[in-house]
């Protein structure tokens, strides 16, 4: 959530971060604001009225005044109406609060000025290309949802029939190659530092809120009918919420946590894309990478959870590139973030498998998750980082495609061998 008096005081800056993003009218808000601040100010001195009120009423009886004579009358009287007034205030005031975070909600998070401005996805910038050298060379690389289903690993056809499309089924080497890749990955960020994490799959609306899915993506996520219970989208919705309205110390920073869980999207924008595959499905694997910081380190470390999903690429030896993405393309929360994109060479095309955005405080905020550090007075927000270590099934997807033989087998990558105690599918 953007700071309200970040916007009160600064409306022309923070007008002109989110117009890079797309169009978002700060009016409303400001009026709002202003009612409200108005309010308050009202609200305060009848409050100091009526405690002056009730401070003099008890003077005047301690003096020797009659407690039923007129002049303490005239002092009652004038207390009850200051009451009644503050009884009305405070509701109008809270209802005010309620709109203004309404009208808050739905703000992206303001981009960094390091993040390039541009309109939509074909003005991200390609920082760094990794692994030319392991481009397979067959010319006859099969789709790997074709070799998936012909090494009768994928079966999409049962996975719709017992869900409905977007969903699969993996089958004898196929589900071990997914615990396979599922359990190196988590082991290498444990390496790196990482704590692991298993939080629940189903998160009430708060949750959601405090990482910025609702109210604006609601659409996208799969709810419980019977109750305020969602399926996630991401384990950084249940990784984030374990610390939401907490006080943290600054000696407990950095806070690294990874995590393996099954993700669910409705892809209700993607009518019509990725329908065969891997790559877009309802239901899928991933391991997610959250950091909660200090906000002067939250630069730094987004380098660094960057250079940890680079190492799994790395390590399985398959092509990547890094795109810098433009303000028109950021995710809803992230302020600054960077798409690994690994190279499918079926469709001879580099394909998201993670994303690293570092989101500041803006879920902070949201979560009121703060900090205090050492024995200075009041508190501050943390830094939030996410990114994927990696989307599973996509990998998988890049594994079946690059490691493809020329007589239709496909080798495992080195690092994976052992897990899966063979060297081919």
Not at 231 to 246: A, F, G, H, K, Q
Not at 386 to 415: C, F, H, W
Request: net charge negative.
């Amino acid at each position: 959530m953007l700071d309200i008096r970040q916007i009160r005081e600064n409306p022309q800056t923070v007008q002109e971060l989110l117009n890079r993003r797309g169009e978002y009218d700060l009016q409303p808000i400001l009026e709002l604001d202003e009612k409200q601040r108005q309010l308050e100010t009202e609200r305060s001195q009848l409050q100091a009225r009526s405690n002056q009120v009730g401070k003099q009423v008890g003077e005047k009886i301690k003096s020797g005044s009659d407690p039923k004579g007129a002049e303490v009358q005239a002092l009652k009287d004038e207390g009850n109406q200051l009451k009644a007034k503050l009884s009305e205030l405070e509701p109008e005031e809270k209802e005010l609060k309620a709109k203004i975070e309404a009208l808050l909600l739905p703000l992206p998070n303001l981009p960094s000025e390091s993040t390039p401005i541009g309109k939509s996805e074909a003005e991200n910038i390609e920082v760094k290309r990794w692994g030319d050298e392991y481009i397979p060379q067959n010319p006859k690389i099969m789709p790997h949802y074709e070799i998936g289903e012909k090494l009768g690993i994928l079966d999409f056809e049962r996975g719709v029939k017992i869900a409905q499309s977007r969903f699969v089924a993996l089958m004898g080497a196929g589900a071990a190659l997914e615990r396979a890749i599922i359990q190196f990955m988590l082991n290498r960020h444990i390496q790196a530092g990482y704590v692991e994490v298993m939080a629940p799959l189903l998160v009430n609306s708060q949750s959601l809120t405090a990482t910025g899915q609702l109210p604006k993506f609601a659409e996208e996520s799969f709810k419980c009918a019977a109750d305020d219970l969602w399926l996630i989208p991401t384990s950084e919705v249940s990784t984030m919420n374990l610390y939401r309205d907490e006080i943290l110390t600054a000696e407990q920073l950095p806070i690294y946590h990874c995590a393996f869980t099954p993700c669910f999207r409705r892809e209700a924008g993607a009518y019509g894309k990725d329908t065969r595959g891997l790559i877009r499905l309802h239901q899928f694997n991933k391991v997610e990478m959250v950091k909660i910081v200090h906000p002067d380190t939250s630069e730094e470390e987004h380098q660094k959870l960057v250079a940890d999903a680079e190492a799994i690429l790395q390590a399985l030896k398959l092509p990547y590139r890094i795109l810098e993405l433009c303000t028109g393309d950021l995710g809803f929360s992230a302020a600054k973030c960077y798409d690994l994109e690994v190279w499918l060479p079926s469709s001879g095309t580099y394909r998201e498998i993670s994303s690293c955005s570092n989101v500041k405080d803006f879920q902070a905020r949201r979560a009121n998750i703060r900090f205090k550090e050492g024995k200075k007075k009041g508190t501050r927000y943390v830094h939030a980082l996410n990114g994927s270590g990696l989307a599973v099934g996509r990998t998988m997807a890049a594994i079946l495609e690059n490691y493809q033989q020329v007589d239709g087998s496909v080798k495992i990558p080195e690092v994976l061998q052992s897990y899966m105690g063979c060297e081919f599918l």
